[in-house]
């Protein structure tokens, strides 16, 4: 995996998520989505304690409290907006592919070369820009070589006894016959492209 440019794909996957994210009014914060039991509030923190998580490990802090659920304060937009441009910023630094992630969230000693790490990122903000969007009811559009990354990332993810723990990161692979490329994507990673049906 080394040889896709994660740096930049993770950057166009989180750009996406902050152009769906400002459209994001009062009214939109407590609709649910495709997350368990997450609102669109819920999904928003979530999706900020990620983007400082990661940008933490990236830095080798391998602090648990950084992974704590956030509160997005009274601008949850902005807060969102801010979270995820301070991890494009961490990302962006020389050789941070090169260094090693502590990834609390994932295990106590769960550690990741970079480039593998920010592929676990990638795929997260390709996926919750989809719930976003699906949530607000509007759709999302990505290109061809982000999709053919993500799935290969998808592909790759634990499966069985992994996505049934409290609190993993994706549930189950759902069936899929279709033929749209990020239906499939979040089909193989636990979400249904019918959602909420």
């Not at 368990?36 to 990236?58: E, I, N, P």
């Not at 992974?67 to 962006?92: C, M, N, T």
């Not at 990834?103 to 996926?127: M, N, R, T």
């Not at 290109?143 to 049934?164: F, K, N, S, W």
Request: with cysteine; glycine share 8%; proline share 7%.
């Amino acid at each position: 995996m080394p040889t896709i440019d994660f740096v930049s794909l993770d950057r166009r996957a989180v750009n996406t998520s902050i152009e769906l994210a400002a459209g994001v009014t009062d009214a939109d914060l407590a609709k649910p989505t495709p997350c368990r039991a997450w609102t669109v509030y819920g999904l928003l923190a979530h999706m900020a304690t990620q983007h400082y998580g990661f940008a933490a490990a990236s830095r080798g802090d391998a602090d648990p409290e950084v992974w704590k659920l956030r509160d997005l304060g009274a601008d949850p937009v902005q807060a969102y907006i801010e979270s995820a441009e301070h991890v494009l910023a961490a990302f962006a630094e020389d050789g941070v592919t090169e260094r090693i992630f502590p990834l609390l969230e994932f295990g106590p000693d769960v550690k990741a070369p970079g480039h593998q790490a920010i592929s676990f990122h990638f795929i997260d903000y390709v996926v919750h820009s989809w719930d976003l969007a699906t949530a607000l009811g509007i759709t999302v559009d990505f290109t061809v070589d982000v999709l053919d990354a993500a799935q290969t990332v998808a592909q790759i993810v634990p499966v069985g006894e992994a996505r049934l723990v409290p609190g993993a990161a994706f549930g189950p692979d759902l069936p899929y016959t279709g033929t749209n490329q990020l239906d499939q994507i979040v089909a193989v990673l636990g979400r249904s492209p019918a959602w909420p049906f």
